[in-house]
Structure formats: structure tokens, C-alpha cells
């Protein structure tokens, strides 16, 4: 099982890597806001905020764009094809989900490392608290993705979808903008956005040291909205054609 | 018997897609199942293809229950869909050697098993270019190739003609018959009526989810018992000409339809020559003659009130 599951993973790297768009978006298009960010005001923390928001924008879109690539593979074919293979569907998922984490893992680390050697963004702490952090909250986009996915018809609906999340979720979130006296939904957005409760998990870790003790209420809120969107999500890919 | 399909039933809301089918395959047997569009065709070759949970009933491939042993049974199983379902970025070997592991063959065999189904779809020399680059023949034929790598017992090919060339259209011909002869059998959708004849040894023909008519082509046309249409086209019909050979024996029915009479016979060879002799001793002059015989096309309009090529 795990050498299918591996095979399943080669094969949506090959695929993605083979697109030039899809490494631009994922890759070149938020290294370029990284450095755009550095020109801004270094204090109160407004640029090391933007620079986790763009981090966890890219990682959000990605993430939900990459689940729905299961329905570009029905309109291929190539899901109908899997499932009718002698392939448990846990094989089949695991496949998928460890390509979804290993490539948003990997543009997270690329986003930080060069926020920290290229643009002097002051990352000196709490390495471990991040790798949690930022594991629970791919786990959490992971999770809404596949509900999408589970969800929509095309990976048109999904990306359209996908990217009003994540704009409302990021822009309203408290994360490029502080807001002020902010109204009744702007609250319920942040306090529902896991881009925002990951911002500020990651900016009290980088800044000002966090231990996870004291990030147990995030870590639960994403943790457990992806855990329910996971399951929503499977059991409805699993069932429909 | 390596498929047997009890009262399969699949409801979508109140539609009732797929109402109690009987299906019995044995191996090396080729089937054409036809239907026009919403027959439940597609849905029951789903649910046979293991991607739709059946309502009612059983399907047992090889021995396995379906539904009890899914992973035994769809490792006896192939599947042709009716679009290439292929990787477009990776190659033909690379797509290959992925289903070939989807399927379960191990390291060792992988390679040969490749290099046998490339060999047997005519596609060797092209085995390394990306399929995105491929001609829509040569796809259908690597979809195919993806179908029978793991030489399974039952190959379910949906439609794997349409839109290709000729000589596409032979090769998958011939590749069908191989595999018949090496004892899988098939399951074999088409709107052509030329191949299923040709291919398939039984006919099933669904509508509305039941099936109306199972048997061989020849079955099936003698039990409707169908006629020979007779057209012969002249220079001046008329109606005194037509009453005279709708009185000659053998004629069951004489038609005017433009230029031509059509005569419903089941006996055209008889026929024929008394009609030709009948019209030049009128003085009417005979521009082309025609004589079509009965056929699952016919046979498919009379039982559906479709024809098999709208679809």
C-alpha cells in the first residue's frame, strides 16, 4: 500500500512540476511579495506580519487549489481509472494528501528561510512551535480543500472558491491590516480564518518566543475545523463518481 | 464465468437508472451492450467497474463479490473508458508502469508487462514521448494498453472507437480479437453497429435500465424478425405501378418514398428480379437498386424508438 501511495504522489509531482504556471504561482509570484513586503516599515511588527500573511495566503491558495485537482482528474479520467484499480481508497487519498503537505511544507520553509537570509525578517526562535503550528494549519487548508473538492463539480468552482476564502480570510483576517474598532463580521471573520489565527500563532513564536502551552486555542480551532472538513470531504469523494 | 451480475438496481432521486439486470460472461466472450443515452449503460458499467455502490444486487468477478472483496475483484479487472484517462505530462512507459502499480504487479514484472502492452497496442517506438504530444488514435490505443496491462480477466472497454482513424480503429479491432482468443472477456459499448457485429459474439441491448433484447446478432434479428428493404430507384413512380408489386409474392409491404419504391420482403433475392421485370415491362427506367438487410441498427430502432448512431 505504501508503494502505491508513493506512486501516487510521484506521479502529481510530475504532473505539477511539468506545468511552468503552477510553479510561478506557487513559487516565484509570493517570493515576489516576500521581497515587495521588505520595503515596508520596520516596526511594530507591520512587516514581519505581512510577511507571515503572505506566507499563509500562498500556502491556503495552494493548498485548496492543489486538492481541487481531483476534479481536473475526474474530468481526465484518471480518478474513475484509480478507483476502479485493485488501489484501497486510503492508499488513494494518502497519496494525494501527502503531495498536498509535502509541496505547501516546502513553500512555507522556502517563504521563511528567504524572508530570513534575503530580506532580514528577525526569525531566531521557536523552530519546533513553528513546525507545529504550520503542520496543523496545512492539515487545517488540507482539510477545507478536500471539502471543496467534495463539494464542487470543476476545478474552476473550487478556484474561484477558493480564492474568495482566502482574499476575505487574509484581508480581513487582522493580518495585512490592524484593524481598529472593527465591526461585528470583521470579528466573526477573524475569529473563524485559520490564515488568521496562523499569523498570529506564527508572529507570537517568531517575535516574542510562544510556547505551544499558550497557542492550545488555535492549535484546536484548526486542528479540529480540519479534522471535520477532512472527514466531510473523503467520505463524499468517496461516494461520488 | 468470470462475470455474473444478479439484479443489479441504481436509483438517482426518483429516477430509476439501472431496474433489476441479469448479466453471465464467460471467458473469452465478447460482449456488445447498446443502448440509447440514459439506458443505464453507463451507470451498470459503473457499478461493475466498482465506482457506484449498487442499491440491489450483486456483481461477482472471477469469484469475488464486489462488495465484500473489492480490491480481489477489481484486480481481475480492466477498464477502457471512453476518454483517453492518461497522465498527459508523463510518457507513455511512465503512464504505464503507474497503472501497472496501481494494479498491484510487482517490480519484476512491471517492465515486461509495459513492454508487452505498448507491443501489443503498436506503440514501442513512441514509448518515451509524453502523451500530451500524442495524435487522439494513439491515445485511445495507449488507453487501452493502461486497460490490459495486468492482463485482466474482464475488460470493460467503453466505446474505444469513437473519433479515431481507420487504421487506429483496425489495430483496436485486432487487439480485441487477440485478447478474446487469450480468454478475456469483454464487455464492448459502441455506436457502431458494423463492430459490435463484427466483435461481439452476444448483444445486450438496455433501455429505460432493463435490458429488451440479449442474445447473438443472429438471435436477436430472427426473433424480431425482420425484413429485407428493397429500394429501387426509377425515373416516373406511380401509384399504378406500386399497387402491382405490392401483389407480387413474397412483397409484405410496397412504399413510394420520392423517386424510389420500397418493398418489405423477406425473400429480396425472389423478389427482385419479378420487380426489375415488372418495372422495365412498364417502361420505366431503373437508376440504382439497394437492398438492405436487416441489422442491430434496425433491430435497435424498433426496440428503442432511437437510432444507435444519435446517441
Not at chain 1, 201 to 209: C, V
Request: charged share 15%.
Amino acid at each position: 500500500m505504501m508503494k502505491k501511495c508513493l506512486a501516487i504522489t510521484a506521479v502529481g509531482f510530475q504532473q505539477m512540476f511539468a506545468d511552468p504556471m503552477y510553479l510561478i504561482f506557487t513559487l516565484a509570484l509570493p517570493l515576489l511579495l516576500t521581497w515587495a513586503m521588505s520595503f515596508l516599515p520596520r516596526e511594530a511588527g507591520v512587516y514581519e506580519m505581512a510577511l507571515l500573511g503572505v506566507l499563509v495566503m500562498f500556502v491556503a491558495l495552494n493548498l485548496l487549489t492543489s486538492a481541487g485537482s481531483i476534479l481536473e482528474e475526474k474530468q481526465q479520467g484518471t480518478w474513475q481509472r484509480l478507483r476502479s484499480s485493485a488501489t484501497p481508497y486510503r492508499a488513494i487519498m494518502a497519496g494525494y494528501l501527502l503531495r498536498f503537505s509535502l509541496v505547501a511544507a516546502v513553500q512555507a520553509l522556502l517563504l521563511l528561510l528567504s524572508g530570513k537570509l534575503l530580506f532580514g525578517a528577525p526569525w531566531n526562535q521557536g523552530y519546533g512551535e513553528l513546525a507545529v503550528v504550520l503542520a496543523v494549519y496545512i492539515f487545517a487548508m488540507t482539510g477545507l480543500g478536500l471539502f471543496l473538492a467534495g463539494l464542487f463539480k470543476t476545478q474552476g468552482q473550487v478556484q474561484a472558491a477558493a480564492t474568495g476564502i482566502v482574499l476575505v480570510g487574509s484581508m480581513l483576517g487582522d493580518i495585512f491590516f490592524p484593524m481598529e474598532n472593527p465591526s461585528t463580521a470583521i470579528k466573526f471573520i477573524t475569529a473563524i480564518s485559520p490564515q488568521s489565527w496562523a499569523a498570529h500563532a506564527l508572529k507570537d513564536i517568531l517575535l516574542q518566543g510562544a510556547a505551544l502551552a499558550s497557542l492550545v486555542k488555535p492549535l484546536l480551532w484548526m486542528g479540529g475545523l480540519g479534522l471535520l472538513l477532512l472527514t466531510a470531504g473523503l467520505l463524499r469523494l468517496k461516494t461520488e463518481m | 464465468m468470470i462475470l455474473e451480475v444478479k439484479q443489479l438496481e441504481k436509483s438517482f432521486g426518483a429516477r430509476r437508472a439501472v431496474a433489476g439486470i441479469n448479466l453471465l460472461l464467460n471467458e473469452g466472450e465478447v460482449l456488445g451492450l447498446l443502448g440509447p443515452n440514459g439506458a443505464g449503460k453507463t451507470t451498470t458499467l459503473a457499478m461493475i467497474g466498482g465506482l457506484l455502490q449498487p442499491e440491489a444486487g450483486s456483481i461477482t468477478i472471477g469469484g469475488w463479490d464486489l462488495q465484500r472483496h473489492p480490491l480481489q475483484a477489481k484486480a481481475l479487472l480492466g477498464i477502457v473508458p471512453q476518454e483517453p484517462a492518461l497522465y498527459p505530462q508523463l510518457s507513455a512507459a511512465a503512464n504505464l508502469r503507474f497503472w501497472g502499480t496501481m494494479q498491484g504487479l510487482q517490480r519484476s514484472e512491471l517492465n515486461k508487462a509495459v513492454a508487452e502492452a505498448l507491443a501489443v497496442v503498436g506503440l514501442t517506438e513512441r514509448a518515451r514521448e509524453r502523451v500530451v504530444n500524442y495524435s487522439g488514435g494513439m491515445k485511445r490505443r495507449l488507453n487501452i494498453a493502461a486497460g490490459i496491462l495486468h492482463r485482466p480477466k474482464l475488460l470493460i472497454m467503453d466505446e474505444p472507437t469513437v473519433g479515431v482513424d481507420p487504421q487506429s480503429r483496425n489495430h483496436i479491432h485486432e487487439t480485441v480479437k487477440r485478447l478474446q482468443c487469450a480468454g478475456t472477456a469483454i464487455i464492448y459499448t459502441s455506436h457502431y453497429v458494423e463492430e459490435v457485429e463484427e466483435l461481439c459474439g452476444r448483444v445486450l441491448i438496455m433501455d429505460a435500465g432493463k435490458v429488451v433484447a440479449a442474445g447473438t446478432v443472429a438471435e436477436l434479428l430472427r426473433a424480431a424478425g425482420h425484413a429485407q428493404e428493397l429500394v429501387i430507384k426509377v425515373n416516373r413512380p406511380h401509384q399504378a405501378v406500386l399497387s402491382r408489386l405490392t401483389a407480387i409474392p413474397g412483397v409484405r409491404e410496397a412504399v413510394m418514398v420520392g423517386q424510389a419504391f420500397k418493398l418489405l420482403t423477406l425473400k429480396a433475392e425472389q423478389v427482385l428480379p419479378l420487380a426489375y421485370e415488372y418495372l422495365l415491362s412498364q417502361g420505366l427506367q431503373v437508376s440504382a437498386i439497394e437492398i438492405h438487410k436487416p441489422n442491430l441498427e434496425s433491430l435497435f430502432l424498433k426496440l428503442t424508438g432511437k437510432s444507435l448512431r444519435d446517441q
